[in-house]
Protein backbone atom coordinates (compact mmCIF):
# COMPACT_ATOMS: atom_id res chain seq x y z
CA UNK A 1 0.00 0.00 0.00
CA UNK A 2 1.79 2.88 -1.06
CA UNK A 3 -0.45 5.91 -0.61
CA UNK A 4 -1.35 5.68 3.97
CA UNK A 5 -2.69 8.33 6.00
CA UNK A 6 -2.44 7.70 9.55
CA UNK A 7 -5.19 8.85 11.48
CA UNK A 8 -5.35 8.42 15.65
CA UNK A 9 -9.23 9.19 17.07
CA UNK A 10 -7.85 11.75 19.85
CA UNK A 11 -11.78 12.82 20.76
CA UNK A 12 -13.91 11.36 22.89
CA UNK A 13 -15.37 12.23 26.63
CA UNK A 14 -12.99 9.78 27.92
CA UNK A 15 -15.97 9.37 30.84
CA UNK A 16 -14.84 6.77 32.38
CA UNK A 17 -10.68 7.80 32.43
CA UNK A 18 -11.61 11.34 34.13
CA UNK A 19 -8.70 12.43 31.88
CA UNK A 20 -8.06 12.91 28.27
CA UNK A 21 -8.08 9.49 27.54
CA UNK A 22 -4.88 9.84 24.42
CA UNK A 23 -2.60 11.51 27.43
CA UNK A 24 -2.73 8.71 30.04
CA UNK A 25 0.33 7.89 30.93
CA UNK A 26 1.43 3.81 30.60
CA UNK A 27 4.74 3.27 31.63
CA UNK A 28 6.08 6.74 31.66
CA UNK A 29 4.41 8.05 28.44
CA UNK A 30 1.59 9.30 26.98
CA UNK A 31 -1.41 6.17 25.24
CA UNK A 32 -0.53 8.61 22.39
CA UNK A 33 2.98 8.63 22.15
CA UNK A 34 3.43 4.35 22.46
CA UNK A 35 1.13 4.51 19.33
CA UNK A 36 2.41 7.00 17.59
CA UNK A 37 6.09 4.78 18.21
CA UNK A 38 4.54 1.93 16.60
CA UNK A 39 3.20 3.89 13.46
CA UNK A 40 6.57 5.48 12.72
CA UNK A 41 8.09 2.55 11.29
CA UNK A 42 5.12 2.70 8.90
CA UNK A 43 4.67 6.00 8.24
CA UNK A 44 5.09 9.62 9.07
CA UNK A 45 1.48 10.73 7.73
CA UNK A 46 0.02 11.20 10.75
CA UNK A 47 -2.57 13.17 11.79
CA UNK A 48 -4.70 13.42 15.18
CA UNK A 49 -8.26 14.06 15.28
CA UNK A 50 -8.72 16.31 17.94
CA UNK A 51 -10.37 19.66 19.72
CA UNK A 52 -7.75 19.92 22.81
CA UNK A 53 -5.72 21.71 22.64
CA UNK A 54 -3.53 19.76 25.20
CA UNK A 55 -2.24 17.24 22.03
CA UNK A 56 -0.20 20.70 20.71
CA UNK A 57 3.03 19.07 22.21
CA UNK A 58 2.83 17.07 19.51
CA UNK A 59 4.07 17.86 16.05
CA UNK A 60 1.66 16.37 14.14
CA UNK A 61 -1.62 18.38 12.39
CA UNK A 62 -4.28 18.54 14.59
CA UNK A 63 -8.29 18.61 12.95
CA UNK A 64 -11.38 19.19 15.08
CA UNK A 65 -14.39 17.22 14.28
CA UNK A 66 -16.40 18.29 11.95
CA UNK A 67 -19.15 17.27 13.12
CA UNK A 68 -19.41 17.16 16.81
CA UNK A 69 -20.79 14.47 19.39
CA UNK A 70 -20.80 11.53 17.12
CA UNK A 71 -18.50 9.45 18.74
CA UNK A 72 -15.96 7.53 17.10
CA UNK A 73 -17.91 7.14 13.59
CA UNK A 74 -17.88 11.22 13.61
CA UNK A 75 -13.91 10.90 13.90
CA UNK A 76 -14.03 8.65 11.36
CA UNK A 77 -15.94 10.64 8.59
CA UNK A 78 -13.38 13.56 10.14
CA UNK A 79 -10.55 11.38 9.01
CA UNK A 80 -11.54 10.66 5.62
CA UNK A 81 -12.47 14.00 4.93
CA UNK A 82 -9.37 15.62 5.22
CA UNK A 83 -7.83 12.21 3.72
CA UNK A 84 -5.86 12.83 0.56
CA UNK A 85 -5.03 8.64 0.19
CA UNK A 86 -7.30 6.14 -0.97
CA UNK A 87 -6.34 4.17 2.09
CA UNK A 88 -6.49 5.34 5.93
CA UNK A 89 -5.36 3.22 9.01
CA UNK A 90 -7.80 4.56 11.86
CA UNK A 91 -6.49 3.99 15.46
CA UNK A 92 -8.36 5.24 18.49
CA UNK A 93 -6.08 6.61 20.94
CA UNK A 94 -6.31 4.46 23.77
CA UNK A 95 -4.40 1.32 22.71
CA UNK A 96 -1.15 1.42 24.14
CA UNK A 97 0.08 -1.89 23.69
CA UNK A 98 -0.70 -1.91 19.57
CA UNK A 99 2.57 -3.27 18.20
CA UNK A 100 4.26 -2.29 14.54
CA UNK A 101 3.92 -6.00 13.58
CA UNK A 102 0.04 -5.81 14.20
CA UNK A 103 -0.49 -2.63 12.11
CA UNK A 104 2.12 -4.62 8.99
CA UNK A 105 -0.05 -7.55 9.42
CA UNK A 106 -3.33 -5.07 8.96
CA UNK A 107 -2.23 -3.41 6.15
CA UNK A 108 -0.64 -6.22 4.09
CA UNK A 109 -3.50 -8.43 4.34
CA UNK A 110 -5.85 -5.38 3.97
CA UNK A 111 -7.23 -6.33 0.04
CA UNK A 112 -8.26 -2.92 -1.90
CA UNK A 113 -11.87 -4.43 -2.20
CA UNK A 114 -12.55 -4.03 1.07
CA UNK A 115 -14.26 -0.79 2.35
CA UNK A 116 -12.96 -1.23 6.07
CA UNK A 117 -10.46 -4.19 7.37
CA UNK A 118 -10.24 -4.73 10.89
CA UNK A 119 -9.18 -7.56 13.28
CA UNK A 120 -11.29 -9.59 15.40
CA UNK A 121 -10.91 -12.45 18.04
CA UNK A 122 -13.21 -14.80 19.00
CA UNK A 123 -14.29 -12.17 21.93
CA UNK A 124 -13.64 -9.22 20.36
CA UNK A 125 -13.84 -7.21 16.85
CA UNK A 126 -12.15 -3.79 16.96
CA UNK A 127 -13.23 -1.18 14.52
CA UNK A 128 -11.20 1.53 16.00
CA UNK A 129 -7.85 -0.42 14.76
CA UNK A 130 -8.80 -0.74 10.96
CA UNK A 131 -8.00 0.41 7.19
CA UNK A 132 -10.75 2.50 5.93
CA UNK A 133 -11.03 3.22 2.49
CA UNK A 134 -12.07 7.18 1.45
CA UNK A 135 -14.56 5.96 -1.10
CA UNK A 136 -16.85 4.76 1.74
CA UNK A 137 -17.50 8.70 2.71
CA UNK A 138 -20.39 9.09 1.70
CA UNK A 139 -22.01 5.84 3.87
CA UNK A 140 -20.50 6.98 6.97
CA UNK A 141 -22.30 10.22 6.24
CA UNK A 142 -25.53 8.86 5.85
CA UNK A 143 -24.90 6.68 8.85
CA UNK A 144 -24.29 9.93 10.90
CA UNK A 145 -27.63 11.83 9.38
CA UNK A 146 -29.36 9.27 10.62
CA UNK A 147 -27.73 9.24 13.92
CA UNK A 148 -26.59 5.37 13.18
CA UNK A 149 -23.35 5.77 15.27
CA UNK A 150 -22.10 2.29 16.26
CA UNK A 151 -18.85 1.18 14.17
CA UNK A 152 -19.67 -2.18 14.15
CA UNK A 153 -22.90 -0.79 12.12
CA UNK A 154 -20.92 0.36 9.58
CA UNK A 155 -19.46 -3.40 9.11
CA UNK A 156 -22.43 -4.86 7.89
CA UNK A 157 -23.12 -1.89 5.26
CA UNK A 158 -19.89 -2.65 3.57
CA UNK A 159 -17.51 -4.67 1.97
CA UNK A 160 -15.23 -5.13 4.81
CA UNK A 161 -12.60 -8.11 5.80
CA UNK A 162 -11.99 -9.39 9.10
CA UNK A 163 -8.40 -10.34 10.16
CA UNK A 164 -8.72 -13.58 12.54
CA UNK A 165 -6.28 -13.38 15.10
CA UNK A 166 -6.08 -15.91 18.07
CA UNK A 167 -6.90 -15.07 21.68
CA UNK A 168 -3.79 -14.87 23.30
CA UNK A 169 -3.14 -12.03 20.30
CA UNK A 170 -5.88 -9.86 21.48
CA UNK A 171 -4.05 -8.09 23.98
CA UNK A 172 -2.15 -5.40 22.22
CA UNK A 173 -5.51 -4.65 20.48
CA UNK A 174 -7.06 -3.93 24.02
CA UNK A 175 -7.95 -0.39 24.57
CA UNK A 176 -7.79 1.24 28.14
CA UNK A 177 -11.23 2.99 29.37
CA UNK A 178 -10.92 3.25 32.83
CA UNK A 179 -8.72 3.89 35.47
CA UNK A 180 -9.25 0.18 36.94
CA UNK A 181 -8.10 -1.21 33.47
CA UNK A 182 -5.37 0.81 33.02
CA UNK A 183 -4.28 -0.93 36.65
CA UNK A 184 -5.16 -4.22 35.65
CA UNK A 185 -3.38 -3.89 32.52
CA UNK A 186 -0.40 -2.63 34.83
CA UNK A 187 -0.56 -4.97 37.69
CA UNK A 188 -0.74 -8.22 34.29
CA UNK A 189 2.76 -6.44 32.92
CA UNK A 190 4.66 -6.67 35.50
Known sequence: MKTLTVFILCGGKSSRMQS?????LFQGKPFVEHIIQAILPISDQIKLITGSKEYDYLAYEKIEDLILDKGPLGGIYTALSHSETEFNLILSCDIPLISTELLQELISKHTKEAGITVFASESKTHPLIGIYSKEILPVIKEAIDSD????????????????NIEESKNVPLTNINSADELNDLNINLT
Open 148 to 163: ELKTMNLLTKLPHQII
Open 20 to 24: EKGLV
